[in-house]
């Protein structure tokens, strides 16, 4: 498969300031599979270490803080000598060993000349590690890259080879042919059901069976469920699966706005912030805010007390919702549209700008669904799941604010009007480039 994060993962290796590099990302989003691939594709050897596997390991990080000893000795266990520059060493589950996670602060201090890559889940494990146990942590001393489930460029690329070379081939500006519009139309109605999750994309690759799809789905969300269930940190777990129970119904009402009475009558923000902080740190939950003005810098107009929540992956959320499958094909209505759609714009924008989007809703019927800081540049983004394309909010915030990029995203073709640019969502994670 083709991931965007390989060509992050080669900037870190040739950058003069490379530290350490942590992985971060929910359980099966590729993390794995993306450090050997690298280390496969730009080094002559790649050492892989699983600290979940393997238990021993965690006796040499325990009695030694030499970073060049531990490569001795790891070298020894795999029987072979670690070169720098040359061989990739990979630490894998590394939040079962709190002093390996540590030890990054020594190689990054006095043997960066070594590549190393880590990774571990934040559900549960790694995530009690950091707040349980802060010192174990090389604050400052590791590089992080945040690891997401595939996004719509990448799982074109995996399904179909000539359509995801026409799509890369889009410039700014070019009518798209009826024929390519209707089948990344299609591609777009798939990925919308199977989601970005690399299992699922392979399964649907390898075997084309929606059953089995959804199969998958349903073992993932239950092994995150469990995940909840084993976590024993000063996080309430029972709070936390309630949480992340009631996203459907949060999303299923008009304004979608995080409200705690849909996760339990008579909840107040004390009892379920904790729980929404660590499904945001462990990568399950994408989490938006409302902004009081639409205006550079956006971080210093969140209203901390008005935000959305988003499943990380729309084909989890859409199993999670029960639609059919027959609903998203046969382009009827129905209930939840509107929010999987967001979904679905909210995970392609979030890979491409370098600010976490947000919405502005100044009044209970007046919302742009997103906004996103370019520069010093607000992009107004108004999406629409439906063959109805008309906003009063929309056209009366470019009326308003006068702003110098405008998106909205629909079924429609790729079209740059006067005031907005109107971008089929099948496009939606190529807008930097082609607004």
Known sequence: MKRNAIEQLLVWKNSTDRKPLVL???RQVGKTWLMEEFGRLYYEDTFYFNFDEEDELQSIFETNKNPHRIIELLGMIKG??????KHLIIFDEVQECSEALNSLKYFCEKANEYHIISAGSLLGTLL?????KPKSYPVGKVNLLNISPMTFDEFLAASDEGL???YTGVQKGQQIEEIFHHRL???YNYYLIIGGMPECVQSWITHKD?????RIQQELIELYENDFSKHNGKVNSGRILMVFRSLVTQ????????????????ARAREFEEAIEWLVSAGMVLRIYNVSKPEHPLKAYEQLNHFKLFIFDVGLMKH???????AILLKSDYQFKGALTENYVLQQIKAIYDTEPKYYAPTSTNEIDFVVQDGMDIIPIEVKAGESVTSASFKNYIKEYKPEKAVRLSKLGYEINDSFVNLPLYLANKMGELV
Request: hydrophobic share 40%; glycine share 8%; with cysteine.
């Open 24 to 26: 971060k990302g929910a």
């Open 80 to 85: 072979k000598k670690i070169l720098p520059e």
């Open 128 to 132: 009690g590690t950091l707040l349980a």
């Open 164 to 166: 995801y070379s026409y």
């Open 185 to 187: 139309l299609d591609a």
């Open 210 to 214: 929606p059953a089995e799809i959804s």
């Open 251 to 266: 999303l299923s009402k008009d304004n979608e706005k995080f409200i705690y009475g849909c996760v339990r009558e008579g």
């Open 320 to 326: 999670m919702a029960a639609i059919s499958n027959e």
